[in-house]
């Protein structure tokens, strides 16, 4: 009798033990407090700004003093399918050659002395023949082209010194640069050229405390971009226009947001032009000189209806040009809520390559 009542305890005692572990292990795995903790955890994984190892440092400077004389040198001299950031120092003078970033080498960063006194330079214009007799068109005119992902540029800046042309010139177009590459950040650089000066051509860029110059579509491509607190300085004479952007389908998440920026210079210029045919472009917290034109914007060929697809905002802008701005008839003055969108480095999902450092 003793060894069935001990018998028994102990199959009871057993069963207490697993029921126990097994309501424990249910709240662990499906506790709303568990589930929030997890949801939580994946998110802040999911948003972190990651950065690759770091850093190879590559000097050019073109007394040869150290390092590379040319700056394509240096790019050349990156191993293909980089994994590491690599900070190419470029010291003060004017680099007169054609650069070009490969697909093949992300993580490069342009590290210059300073705007005014580390620059860039080339010379081709749109009607100038390549090494295979064919005109070079616009795309390929840049001075600098980049089609990696993940290059940054500091303290520097990109020219192209061909001649201004006159509106409706054929053939004059003059990229200084063209960004081709996803996650693409720019500090504190210059863009100077006349048309078609920036190609802010496809991926995801942000610009911030630049300083880009032109007359004719001088910030010109699909990109999906933010522009903040930078300097946009016409130097048109008689008629010239600021953005013009290529967006073509209403699912494309592509667009210019240009926030805290400065529009300077000289006029007329459209702030804005329908490149594509749901071309996307928001000025937001924006002073704007006296040298917009009346109706502020464009609609490219006035024949194919783009004025009823386009989004072409604007929020909160002032200056003496701010009204002509708002003034057209196909722009939208936004309020906060269609304005949100535009006004944070989510417009082009910076949470996760963006340090916090440098939004």
Known sequence: MASIC???????????ILNLLSNFALQATSSPRHLSSVASNSTKRRHRYVEPSCCRHISVNIGGARGFVSVQAAVDSVPENNTERVIIHISAGYYIEKVV????????????????TTVIEWHDRASDRGPNGQQLRTYRTASVS?????????????????PAPLPGMEGWQAAAFRISGDKAYFLGCGFYGAQDTLCDDAGRHYFKHCYIEGSIDFIFGNGRSMYKECEIHS???????????????????????????RVTGTGPVYVGRALGHYSRIVYSYTYFGDLVAHGGWDDWDHTAGTNK?????????????????KGGSWARELD????HPFLAKSFVNGRHWI?????
Do not use: H
């Open 336 to 339: 906060y809520k269609s304005a």
């Open 355 to 359: 340090a916090p450092s440098d939004a």
């Open 309 to 325: 697809t386009v989004f072409f905002g604007v929020y909160k802008c002032w200056g003496p040009g701010a009204e002509a701005v």
């Open 101 to 116: 970033v490969p697909a093949s080498k992300p993580y490069i960063t342009f590290q210059g002395d300073g705007r005014d």
């Open 235 to 261: 130097i048109a004479t008689r008629f010239g226009s600021i953005a013009a952007q290529d967006r073509n389908w209403p699912e494309e998440k592509t667009g210019f947001a240009f926030l805290n920026c």
């Open 146 to 162: 980049v089609f990696a992902d993940y290059f940054s540029a500091r303290n520097i800046s990109f020219k192209n010194t061909a």
């Open 6 to 16: 001990t018998s028994s305890f102990i199959y009871a005692f057993m069963l207490v």
